[in-house]
């Protein structure tokens, strides 16, 4: 078995085993995270800065952080409240632009989206922010209830009960297209 490459000259061994946590951490939750971006915010670009932002301050923060175990679901926190950010810049610019501002899609993006799912993903956009967030952590990410709590900041209830509002409110405006 090989033995792992000492950390460069001046970086102290435990500096160079954070980094590669850090590094590991970003090769295997990345797509996810920004998957999660992405169906809040809507565009492919946007997404992705949010989450490298996310990791930026997951770096900076590093030896602040008391349990490292729990890093994934600040991470997740981060990019949540990241999209936030993003739907609240874009509402103070509607406001003085007069327009909605949309994302665009490439046309290969539009091209391989299929039409239910282009409903169903306009209709999960057009929810409200909390409900959109907790429908994307519930059936896009595949958190429970308790992960979604933590993430969103709010109780298992509340959980609960904007999950099913969610799912009541898509119900409606889905039916009402067929």
Known sequence: MEEPAPPPQGVPPAAATDEAVLAELFLTERLGLVRLAYLLV????????????????LHRRWNRLSDHDRVLPYLRASVV??????????????????????????????????????????????????QREAVVLRYYLGLSEAEIAETMGISRGTVKSTVFRALKALTVKLEGKR
């Not at 670009?45 to 932002?53: G, H, K």
């Not at 003085?96 to 391989?112: I, V, Y």
């Open 42 to 57: 809507g565009d492919q670009e946007t997404a992705e800065d949010v989450v490298q932002d996310a990791f930026t301050a």
């Open 81 to 130: 409240n990241g999209c936030r950010m993003i739907h609240r810049r874009r509402s103070i610019m509607s406001r003085f632009t007069g327009d909605r501002q949309t994302p665009s899609r490439s046309a290969e993006a539009a091209t391989l989206l299929g039409e239910t799912r282009r409903e169903v993903s306009a209709a999960v956009r057009a929810l409200p922010r909390r």
